[in-house]
Every structure is written in C-alpha cells, then in structure tokens.
C-alpha cells in the first residue's frame, strides 16, 4: 500500500511571535506566498493569521495553500478543565471549519519557552502523581476537543513540562486514546531524545510530525545553567531539514514502517536575517520530498 505525505510548513521561520525581533514587521502575504512559492500544500498558524473561518479560508484559498494544523497554548495542567475548554472553543471553530487536521497542544502553564531570561535547566518538572492527575485531565479535555471534531496532538517542547523522552514516555501511560501524540523531530533531539525510539514506543499515537533539523555544533556549546530556550533559537540551533544533523530519510522510513500517512510539516525557528525564509523553505521541502520518496510516500500534491 503507498502511504501518503501532505507537506506543511509553519509560519514561524518568517515571523516569530515569542521573538518580535525576528521578523515582526514581515507581512502574513508574504510568508504565504513564499510558502506556496516553495511548493508546500499547507501552512500552520501563526500570531498574524486571522482567527475567523471566513477570514482565513478565503485568504488560504488566494495563496493555494491548506490549513494543517496550528499551535494552541494550552494550561490544563494547572487549570480547571472546564474553563480551558470554554478557552479552546474558538480555536477548535476554526480549525474544524478550515479542515485542519489535528490541533497541536504544547502544555504552557509554567513555561519557560518564551522568557529569554531563564536558562534552559529551570524549567518545571512533574513527579509520578502529577502525571497521574494531568494525564486524568489532560484525556478528558482530548476527548472534548475530538467530540468537537478536532484530534489533539500532544506537542512535547523544550522549556515545558513535558520536553524529555521520559516525560513523554510517562505522560503517553498516563494519557488515553485521546491524546495523541506531535512527533517534533528538533525538539526530541535537543532534549536528548532519539526520535526513532519515540516512534518505536509510541508511533502508533503519532498523528502529526514536524520536522525540525538541529545545527549540533549550536546544540553542544550551549551552557544550559545559564542559557534560555529563547537564546538557543537566536544562535541557530534549529534549521530545515537538510540544514542539521538529523537523519530524516531514517526518520521517515520509520514513520512508513508504522504507517503514518498525514502532515510533515517544515518547522524552524531562526533569524530570517541569517536564514532567508524562501531559501530555507525551499531547501527544507526539497530534503523532506527526498526522505519521503525513498521510505515510499506518494507526495500529495496541490490541485490548484
């Protein structure tokens, strides 16, 4: 049986809403149109995208791009369950109206994602019976956000709560069917991961991947008593596929092995003054396109 990939590609190499300075000023059309222009199907949402369905499909539509998926904030780890999905309501509306195909949950109470001035070993840490307890609530609020009709992909990510192989490893045993999980191939490489292993454990919970390159020449002289998650991202460690060290077309073998078929969305934050977004973009759908073919992926192509 050929497996199908969709290429997607998100916003944030073109415009960094934790990092103003990195492309704040470039205009939305701009990264759709470059998106487009490399040959991506689709985009992720960012801080700059409407947040309507009759905003965004038509403004999608124009650039001959689909909605993949996008980032929500989530905080049910500390909050109560029914105010957060009181919170999600809106997101899910759009998501499920412009046909995204997951929403991608990163876990931000207590983040230190996006302050500069905490070094990457300050982050929040849960025990065994915090797990318990946000695994509890964390299926009950994946169960809503699919009776809305809008699977949760859970997104481990460095400076959160969950961000190591063994917090996704306890939160998977924790979770139920309804929390599914966002491989990050960038995000499990810095926190020490091997993405491989991820997929051998827990690839069939796998429902959306981004593909995330590391530079390690970055990675290894980081200083993580003193350094930020945000002061990481400034230094390039993060690029496109084809730009790092990760071996994709082995990454990508796996996922056919285990039958993913969905998004593999190009993901890197970095200075676009340093990384020129088109460039990259073009660079990272190229590398990812031949990772795919050789597992053997028919790459869904747009019909507009």
């Known amino acids: 049986m050929t497996l199908t990939a969709k290429l997607g590609?998100?916003?944030?190499?073109?415009?960094?809403?934790?990092?103003?300075?990195?492309?704040?000023?470039?205009?939305?059309?701009?990264?759709?149109?470059?998106?487009?222009?490399?040959?991506?199907?689709?985009?992720?949402?960012?801080?700059?995208?409407?947040?309507?369905?009759a905003e965004l499909k038509p403004l999608l539509s124009r650039f001959g791009l689909r909605l993949a998926s996008g980032w929500y904030s989530g905080t049910v780890l500390d909050s109560d369950l029914e105010a957060e999905k009181d919170k999600v309501l809106a997101h899910l509306a759009l998501f499920r109206?412009?046909?995204?195909?997951?929403?991608?949950?990163?876990e931000t109470a207590g983040t230190i994602q996006n302050r500069q001035n905490v070094p990457l070993t300050g982050r929040r840490t849960l025990n065994d019976d915090d797990f318990v307890a946000y695994g509890r609530k964390l299926t009950k609020f994946g169960e809503f956000c699919a009776e809305q009709g809008v699977p949760l992909a859970f997104h481990h990510h460095m400076g959160t709560a969950i961000e190591s192989a063994p917090d996704i490893d306890r939160l998977m045993a924790h979770t139920g069917e309804a929390v599914h999980l966002l491989l990050d191939t960038g995000h499990a490489v810095f926190a020490g991961a091997d993405p491989i292993a991820i997929l051998n454990r827990h690839g069939k919970r796998v429902i959306h991947v981004h593909a995330k390159d590391i530079r390690d020449g970055v990675l290894s002289g980081l200083d993580r008593s003193h350094e930020s998650f945000l002061d990481a991202?400034?230094?390039?460690?993060?690029?496109?596929?084809?730009?790092?060290?990760?071996?994709?077309?082995?990454?990508?073998?796996?996922?056919?092995?285990?039958?993913?078929?969905?998004?593999?969305?190009?993901?890197?934050?970095?200075?676009?003054?340093?990384?020129?977004?088109?460039e990259y973009a073009r660079i990272g759908h190229r590398s990812l396109t031949m990772a795919l073919q050789r597992a053997g992926y028919n790459i869904e192509r747009s019909t507009t």
């Open 9 to 53: 590609i998100a916003p944030i190499a073109w415009s960094n809403d934790d990092l103003p300075q990195l492309g704040g000023d470039t205009p939305l059309e701009t990264c759709l149109a470059e998106s487009a222009e490399a040959g991506f199907l689709g985009v992720e949402t960012g801080g700059k995208f409407p947040k309507t369905s």
């Open 233 to 278: 991202v400034l230094k390039g460690v993060y690029t496109v596929p084809g730009d790092g060290a990760i071996d994709f077309p082995t990454v990508a073998k796996k996922l056919a092995e285990i039958g993913y078929e969905g998004w593999f969305v190009v993901e890197a934050e970095q200075d676009p003054a340093n990384a020129p977004p088109l």
């Open 97 to 106: 109206e412009c046909g995204a195909a997951c929403l991608v949950y990163g």
